[in-house]
């Protein structure tokens, strides 16, 4: 990720502590629990503060067969590889380990103050719905910028004792400062429009139920009003997957990729979206890099933007 500003970045503390779950933790006590101590978190952090660097282990983990045969359905996925589980959905047994974790008080930052800004997968090699897997998630990286600050979390999958799947997970705490002026922005290039992606109504909904994210400014929008939205969002997650849906129909991410995603705008539903790609081939590392957008179908506004690309 690019900051157009110097930020300070506050480095976790070592060595590393440890904490082993037995069972992904349930998200109505997580949302309970958010809401409970959020009085009592800030949005700020002090320049030398410490933090201990955690890592949550989750081992033993078995893949939901009926879940994820939704979740491609939800996301567009094809039905061609019904064994294999998509890209996207290993992050999502990751949403409970996440939650466990910025309610927890090795966190120091509100936790119902996170927005997710960005996304990345890299996949060894496919992954199959009867594998066991280990999970763990780690916080590395706190940064503080003119906004506010960023947390970033790495996501790791490991079956049988070899990491098959790595994420990175950026989230973003508006800090209460002064706004500085920023640069004038350089001119948006559109990537050419491929394809029409609906979002409906009721979109937030199910993908909760194949997620396991009932964030409720995703669900209904008298909940979204609570947290100053107009409508009900998308979930960023669902965007991500339903552009990798499609591209995976097109160029077939059959074998190992990685994926990079920054979210922008909010998606409201209901919605109707442009997805722009291209691609290019690189001839020094031999990959085609396939660069893509989802944009607001008639505005223009960009909601995601990011780039795939198979791994040698």
Not at 237 to 253: G, N
Not at 257 to 274: D, G, N, R
Request: net charge positive; charged share 25%.
């Amino acid at each position: 990720m690019k900051n157009n500003k110097p930020f300070q970045q506050i480095a976790p503390a070592v060595p590393e502590m440890i904490v082993e779950i037995k069972k992904c933790p349930s998200m109505g006590f997580i949302f309970f629990k958010a809401f409970l101590i959020s009085p009592f978190r800030s949005n700020l952090i002090k320049d030398k503060a410490i933090i201990k660097k955690t890592r949550i282990v989750l081992k033993n983990y078995l893949p939901d067969k009926e879940r994820i045969k939704n979740y491609r359905t939800v996301c567009g996925f094809s039905k061609n590889k019904p064994d294999v589980i998509p890209i996207s959905y290993l992050q999502t047994p990751f949403i409970g380990l996440l939650g466990k974790f910025i309610t927890s008080s090795f966190f120091p930052i509100n936790p119902l103050g996170l927005i997710h800004i960005f996304q990345s997968f890299e996949q060894k090699r496919p992954v199959s719905f009867d594998e066991i897997l280990d999970l763990a998630c780690t916080l590395d990286t706190i940064k503080k910028t003119d906004k506010g600050i960023e947390t970033g979390f790495t996501l790791e999958v490991m079956s049988q004792g070899k990491l098959v799947w790595k994420g990175i997970s950026v989230f973003f705490t508006r800090s209460h400062v002064r706004k500085k002026k920023t640069a004038k922005k350089k001119d948006d290039i559109f990537l050419e429009k491929k394809e029409t992606i609906l979002a409906p109504s009721n979109t937030g909904r199910k993908y909760a139920s194949v997620s396991g994210d009932y964030n409720p400014h995703h669900l209904y929008s008298v909940f979204a009003k609570l947290f100053g939205f107009k409508r009900a969002i998308a979930h960023g997650m669902w965007s991500l997957a339903r552009v990798i849906a499609s591209l995976d129909k097109k160029f077939d991410i059959h074998d190992s990729a990685t994926v990079e995603a920054s979210f922008k705008l909010p998606i409201f539903m209901p919605a109707a979206m442009s997805l722009g790609y291209e691609y290019q081939n690189d001839t020094q590392s031999q990959q085609t890099i396939v660069n893509f957008e989802l944009r607001d179908k008639q505005k223009g506004l960009p909601h995601l933007k990011g780039k795939l690309w198979n791994n040698k």
